[in-house]
């Protein structure tokens, strides 16, 4: 890791003149790999402006911003950070009227506050004006922040507010200076998301958010999560359909272009469309096929009943007799009487022992084995350890969030706090009793899960947390961090299964045992497989994994309390899915409330199919405002721009 030897003046007039994204490769490129284009060219490759017409441009950073001209006057469609600005004095453009933003997130408007300070009116769809004028409401709501089963509205919101002049609904009408624009409600890739077409210069170009990348792809799925029967936990790609409605929609208007906010602009809007639509249903199938969900929701699913190149849901069987289940626990006895625990989400599992104790068909609670970090399975943890004198065992990724959760934002996490006792290795044997027990890393759910197998005698159990139901895999929520590839996630986890052949299968829902065949684990890998390469196809990134695991940038701590006055280090976690090791670089984006601007940028080389990091220093101020603070990270990395990708949450 490297710091640049600029002086602030320096730094701060190289971000002013060529933007984050200039900067921050000049700053990567002495160790950058070999062949690696130019600083210059990379950065025109990444923004050059395009004329569509005498009254109409498109700057192409690290987002596309429609530019609307009359007479040195602009209108813009997003703004994204805001480097468009450097751009319009070519245009002849002295001043910004408007920008009409398609949707909130904080890489389509986290310029917009400097262009408002400049004059410029901010017009936002009528659904999200909170989520532009009011967002610290939003970061200061705990259901935001604690036990998240909703992912809307999506956490990549601005940082801080800025001021809304007015709202846009679906069909309304507005004219500025030569062009004529519609406004369409195109909800999919946010709850709120319109489009607008454009009629300048005898042509309608339509500029569509995210709605779509460029032919047959998306810029990412993790948005597409929403819950239709449930919450959006549930909800894998559960927004498509909506998403679909909508691309039919813009289809309908027969536009000439299609502009995307990321991606390439579109000369032929219906076959782009088409091939999306046709994709999503493609992985949708692959989805169902094997999804545990088919389990639980049987309802979800009628549709695709049936099907003869879907896996069939295995039977049930009963459990041996040495294992209790309530709630989401599952409790192995020895035949002395003693007991494991695994898992504890709720107080009545804790009554439920106890009276197992009184009536003596528990001796004594010897252990417990945390599976996941989720809090239907922690969150009473910290009420077991003061009811039961025992250690508490668990996989070193699980022992990180549930030691430390304030930390982490993720699904269904839990604010309680447990004390680990005993981290294991990934295959660690012990002997408990007359059981051989073995601990396995077991990324299925989630990236952060442990498997357990007890053997003994003929009996080989394996218990997969809520990796697997009788139905096949527990991916549903995308947000759980859910890998492709071989040797990783699902993958790894059949691969375990396929090598300890187990009797038993054990779900912490599920209060009866299965097993599955080899060739069903040959299905599931197979499907598995194939969902890489269709995501590899969907996506513009160099792995599928770019666009499936939103955390792949993410900062840690995410959150920590900090006193006015005092140094704050930050790290930027960044995991690189690719073959080839990538060179990234970043800066922290500090709130107006705090005082600072940015932060120096800071590089480093992150190994390939690896996890590196970026230490970022901030000094607060001794007149910081008391509160919760959202500080935004800028991310360069490889070739890509991506401006507050991730964020971390400052208590003064």
Request: hydrophobic residues 40%; charged residues 20%; contains cysteine.
């Amino acid at each position: 890791m490297n710091e640049d030897s600029l002086s602030r003046r320096e730094l701060l007039h190289r971000l002013s003149t060529a933007g984050f994204a200039a900067a921050a490769w000049a700053m990567v490129q002495p160790c950058a790999a070999a062949g690696a284009a130019s600083a210059t060219a990379l950065v025109a490759e990444q923004a050059p402006l395009i004329r569509l017409s005498e009254h109409l441009a498109v700057f192409r950073g690290a987002l596309n911003v429609g530019i609307v001209l009359d007479n040195g006057k602009a209108m813009l469609l997003d703004c994204g950070d805001g480097q468009a600005a450097q751009c319009l004095p070519q245009l002849g453009v002295r001043n910004v009227e408007q920008i009409l933003f398609t949707h909130h997130h904080r890489d389509q408007a986290c310029g917009a506050d400097a262009f408002a300070k400049s004059g410029a009116r901010l017009v936002v769809p009528a659904g999200e004006r909170n989520y532009f004028e009011k967002v610290e409401a939003c970061w200061n709501e705990p259901v935001r922040r604690w036990h998240l089963y909703n992912l809307h509205p999506h956490h990549l919101m601005l940082a801080e507010s800025v001021p809304v002049h007015a709202t846009v609904a679906d069909g309304q009408s507005l004219s500025w200076g030569p062009a004529a624009i519609k406004v369409l409600a195109t909800p999919g890739h946010t709850d709120g998301s319109v489009s607008y077409a454009v009629e300048v210069d005898g042509q309608r170009v339509l500029f569509c958010g995210d709605a779509i990348y460029d032919e047959g792809r998306l810029w990412e799925l993790f948005s597409l999560q929403k819950g239709t029967t449930t919450t959006d936990y549930h909800g894998f790609l559960g927004a498509r359909e909506q998403l679909t409605t909508s691309l039919l929609r813009i289809k309908a208007q027969r536009p000439d272009r299609l502009v995307p906010s990321h991606g390439q602009i579109i000369a032929k809007p219906a076959e782009a469309i088409d091939a999306l639509c046709g994709r999503l249903e493609v992985c949708y199938d692959k989805y169902v096929a094997i999804s545990a969900l088919r389990h639980y929701f049987p309802k979800m699913f009628a549709d695709y009943a049936g099907k003869p190149d879907h896996m069939a849901i295995r039977p049930v069987k009963p459990a041996p007799a040495c294992l209790r289940h309530f709630g989401t626990s599952w409790v192995l006895l020895s035949a002395d009487r003693s007991a494991l625990v695994m898992d504890c989400g709720s107080p009545d599992v804790i009554k439920k022992l106890k009276d197992l104790l009184a009536k003596g068909e528990i001796r004594r609670i010897e252990g417990l084995w945390v599976t996941h970090y989720h809090d239907d399975h922690v969150d009473a943890i910290p009420a077991f350890q003061q009811a039961f004198d025992c250690h508490c065992i668990t996989d070193e990724l699980v022992a990180k969030i549930i030691s430390d959760p304030l930390a982490w934002r993720l699904p269904c996490i839990s604010p309680s706090k447990a004390r680990v006792d005993r981290i294991t290795r990934d295959g660690e044997t012990w002997n408990w009793h007359e059981f051989r027990l073995t601990a396995h890393h077991f990324p299925g759910q989630t990236l952060y899960h442990a498997g357990l197998l007890a053997e003994s005698g003929d009996l080989r159990m394996l218990f997969v947390g809520d990796s697997f139901t009788p139905a096949g895999i527990d991916d549903y929520c995308a947000q759980n961090r859910v890998w492709l590839g071989a040797g990783v996630g699902f993958d790894r986890c059949l691969q375990l299964i396929e090598k300890t052949r187990p009797t038993h299968l054990f779900n912490c829902h599920v209060d009866q045992a299965w097993d599955f065949t080899a060739e069903q684990c040959r299905f599931m890998r197979a499907n598995l497989a194939d969902r890489e390469k269709l995501y590899k196809e969907l996506f513009p990134w160099e792995h599928a994994n770019y666009g499936m695991d939103e955390s792949w940038v993410r900062c840690h701590p995410y959150e920590q309390n900090v006193k006015a006055g005092e140094t704050v280090s930050l790290r930027v976690v960044v995991t690189n899915h690719s073959s080839a090791p990538r060179m990234a670089a970043c800066r922290a984006v500090v709130p107006r409330a705090i005082g600072q601007t940015a932060t120096a940028i800071i590089s480093a080389e992150i190994a390939a199919k690896a996890e590196g990091s970026m230490e970022l220093s901030l000094k607060m101020p001794a007149g910081a405002s008391p509160g919760r603070h959202v500080v935004a990270v800028d991310l360069r990395y490889h070739t890509w721009d991506l401006p507050q990708i991730a964020e971390a949450i400052l208590v003064v």
